[in-house]
């Protein structure tokens, strides 16, 4: 499975942005599927995530209300519809793919998604 992120950039503060994913071999209602980011010089963070059978979406605390996370089945795409942008959400966004249907319980963790893109720059301006 290749994933690849499109739709970074950059946007003002209050802004919006809207995140693909996609690639060869990807059939999003097969994984657990995901977005982290990493800010230069920090750790990187789970963003949201659609797990489980019943594709339960999971947000950080620090999106809720502000990011949306979706799939589209028939073009097998995965989304991050960001919104109200802050310079806090500057960094770089991975897409993220995972065996199985498991959920997430307190945090998303790195080591869950076997798959992952080489991610894509999001830059938000103050």
């Known amino acids: 499975v290749q994933l690849v992120e499109s739709g970074g950039g950059l946007a003002q503060t209050g802004g919006s942005l809207r995140l693909s994913c996609a690639g060869p071999?990807?059939?999003?209602?097969?994984?657990?599927v995901g977005w982290f980011r990493q800010a230069l010089g920090k750790e990187r963070e789970g963003v949201a995530a659609?797990?489980?059978?019943?594709?339960?979406?999971w947000y950080a605390d620090s999106v809720k209300g502000r990011f949306t996370i979706s799939v589209d089945n028939a073009k097998n795409t995965l989304y991050l519809q960001m919104s109200n942008l802050k310079p806090d959400d500057s960094g770089v966004y991975y897409c993220?793919?995972?065996?199985?249907?498991?959920?997430?319980?307190?945090?998303?963790?790195?080591?869950?998604?076997?798959?992952r893109g080489q991610g894509t720059q999001v830059t938000v301006s103050s």
């Open positions: 993220a793919a995972g065996e199985g249907r498991w959920i997430i319980i307190t945090t998303m963790h790195w080591a869950q998604f076997d798959h």
């Open positions: 659609i797990t489980g059978w019943d594709r339960s979406a």
């Open positions: 071999g990807f059939n999003v209602d097969q994984y657990a």
